[in-house]
């Protein structure tokens, strides 16, 4: 076995706990992989697709280059799973449960969350990148949008369609609000914006239309106004 096909990270076998040669432990793997996807995605973001290399990531993730390429074999194998990984991580942050109080209240609580979870480098780093790519990687970018829109409307729709105040359409309402409330810091954030101010800004923004759209639907089991 060649130098190049030792992972950097394990230079002396005898501190694996495994013979020369033989095959890394499953949680050994599991670190390279954690590695090569936390360096890849991290390179991404700083350089883009198109200069980011495989030398980089192979550096930065302590791997050799072989052991890269055995995992993905392209550069485009490597991007997708970045944002398939990162996207999962994005969807495994919203906060289940819906807080109590009036929806009003519970609006603006759950509004406010999500403006602290995704108005962050790491999520508006990862929606950067897919946008970016969407003409080379269509599929990948519609499901990150998906995915992390979805997730959203998700955690909203749950709290708005929660307890005896209930609104009709609870769907269609948290769609609303992520739009009108999430959507436009996303976009300053996108052109540099400083996230602290960001997320500061939300506060208004998220309570400010959390009132408009309350105001315009009746309770759950009333008639139209």
């Not at 005898?14 to 013979?19: E, K, L, S």
């Not at 519609?142 to 708005?160: L, M, P, S």
């Not at 369609?161 to 300053?188: I, K, N, S, T, W």
Request: glycine share 8%.
């Amino acid at each position: 076995m060649g130098a190049d096909e030792i992972d950097r990270a394990e230079p002396v076998h005898q501190a694996t706990g495994r013979p020369r040669g033989g095959r890394p432990r499953a949680d050994q793997a599991g670190e390279v992989d954690r590695r090569i996807l936390d360096a890849a995605s991290e390179l991404f973001r700083q350089l883009g697709y198109q200069r980011t290399t495989f030398e980089q990531v192979a550096e930065s993730a302590r791997a050799s280059k072989s052991t890269l390429y055995a995992r993905y074999p392209t550069k485009e194998d490597l991007f997708t799973a970045v944002v398939r990984r990162d996207t999962d991580i994005f969807a495994g942050q919203t906060v289940e449960g819906a807080p109590e109080g009036p929806v009003l209240e519970r609006l603006i609580i759950a509004g406010d969350q999500l403006a602290e979870t995704t108005l962050t480098p790491e999520n508006i780093g990862l929606m950067r990148i897919t946008a970016a790519e969407a003409t080379t990687f269509p599929d990948l970018a519609n499901d990150g949008f998906r995915i992390g829109f979805g997730e959203c409307v998700r955690r909203i729709e749950v709290v708005v369609a929660h307890g005896p105040d209930a609104v009709p359409d609870p769907g269609a309402v948290a769609r609303r609000f992520v739009e009108m409330a999430l959507h436009p810091l996303y976009m300053h954030a996108f052109f540099g914006a400083d996230l602290a101010e960001l997320r500061l800004r939300a506060r208004h923004d998220v309570a400010r239309v959390a009132k408009i759209l309350l105001a315009e639907v009746p309770p759950s089991g009333s008639g139209p106004r």
